[in-house]
């Protein structure tokens, strides 16, 4: 995951920018206008569609916080733009993704493993982490609670 990934989220995006900036890149976002996004440590670059010339925006970390470039007339102004906005929610959005796919990897891995070792291999990351065992426990009676309320 990106260093920019780790700082900027949906909220932390919204409250920077305000929210009509932020709902006028998500429509941009949703319109499938951007192009490409390529995350590099601290930067997102991308490229956006617009009636004319596609957009180059750049996003970056900085020791005083977010640098945003974009070729439109607001960035060139040095403002945030809905392009800034609609790149990152393309790349907080494949970043969803990502994560998603590799769950159901783990999905299908863990219903490949016999229930014994299954059990075993649980039992010894729980005592490892207490935090774990502790949501390990309540998964286990949540489920079980279930399993109770459909009997009657």
């Known amino acids: 995951m990106s260093e920019i990934a780790n700082v900027l989220h949906r909220g932390t995006l919204a409250a920077i920018v305000?929210?009509?900036l932020f709902e006028r890149g998500q429509q941009v976002f949703a319109e499938g206008?951007?192009?490409k996004v390529i995350a590099d440590g601290g930067e997102l670059?991308?490229?956006?569609?617009s009636d004319g010339a596609p957009y180059q925006?750049?996003?970056s970390m900085r020791e005083d916080g977010l640098g945003y470039e974009c070729t439109c007339p607001h960035g060139q102004r040095r403002q945030f733009c809905k392009h800034t906005?609609?790149?990152t929610l393309y790349h907080l959005e494949a970043q969803r993704k990502e994560a998603e796919a590799g769950?159901?990897?783990l999905q299908q891995a863990l219903l490949a493993i016999p229930q014994e070792s299954l059990v075993s291999g649980l039992i010894g990351l729980a005592k490892t982490d207490p935090e774990w065992?502790?949501?390990l426990k309540r998964l286990c009676l949540d489920v079980l609670e279930r399993g109770r309320t459909r009997d009657f």
Request: aromatic residues 0%; proline residues 0%; positive net charge.
């Open 133 to 135: 065992a502790d949501a």
């Open 33 to 35: 206008r951007v192009e």
């Open 57 to 59: 925006v750049r996003i």
């Open 18 to 20: 305000g929210s009509s």
């Open 85 to 87: 906005v609609a790149i």
């Open 45 to 49: 670059k991308g490229v956006v569609k």
């Open 103 to 105: 769950l159901g990897v």
